[in-house]
């Protein structure tokens, strides 16, 4: 899957770190925090995981986030004016965030091959800082992200942005994300070559960052 590639781009959400221990568990402790609740982690897991499975048109701003976490907890608890902006920097910090163990290793290894390296992101402001936090900034040559440009997956201007500043053709960078449409539909559009992981199958072509060094 490296043959005639010069970069890789990755996703960051679901590719490189994922919420720790969940966005539920999260939510759940600030609203404590916050004299708000108890309210059940595994309920705001699926009262989250159905509002991003069906949100339109969102553009990772505050205004937005904050809409969404409103969608969340609607029914459940009133919310304090403080929760959220606490919430919203509360996921700014390394300790809600968990690194992939197979992360590391493909980037020493695509590092060791003289691959350049990007994330391709649909994020916000706190990701630049949160990737240096945790200590994978150092690995990428370009961080792009949605936010910043005002464009998101699966834009192919997003794309073109990341291979422009790789110096690098479409065609030889490899783009790896967890979401088929976003990541490798949209990084195909673009001209890029792409990989699609799933990592809750286990049968899939790509279901860690260790089988595309394999």
Known sequence: M???????????AGTLV?????VGDV????AE?????????????????????DKQGFDYSRIAWRKM????????????????DHLYEEFAQPRCWR?????????????????KLAVISNWDERLRPLLTQMGLAPYFEAIVISAELR????DRAIF????????????????????????????????????FLERDKPSAVVSSLADLID
Request: proline share 8%.
């Open 151 to 154: 464009v998101h997956k699966p």
């Open 27 to 30: 939510y759940a402790r600030v």
């Open 160 to 195: 073109a942005h990341a291979a422009n500043a790789l110096q690098t053709p479409p065609g030889r960078i490899l783009h790896v994300g967890d979401s088929y449409q976003e990541d490798f539909e949209g990084a195909r559009v673009a001209g890029f070559q792409a990989a």
């Open 33 to 53: 925090e916050c004299g708000i609740g108890p309210v059940s982690a595994g309920e705001l897991n699926r009262r989250f995981g159905k509002a991003w499975k």
């Open 69 to 84: 976490v409103e969608q969340t907890f609607a029914g459940l608890a009133p919310l304090k004016p403080a929760f959220f």
């Open 99 to 115: 690194v992939y163990d197979d992360v590391a290793p493909a980037l020493e290894c695509f590092r060791g091959r003289g691959l």
């Open 18 to 22: 994922e919420p720790w221990p969940s």
């Open 2 to 12: 490296l043959d005639d590639i010069e970069a890789v781009t990755l996703d960051a």
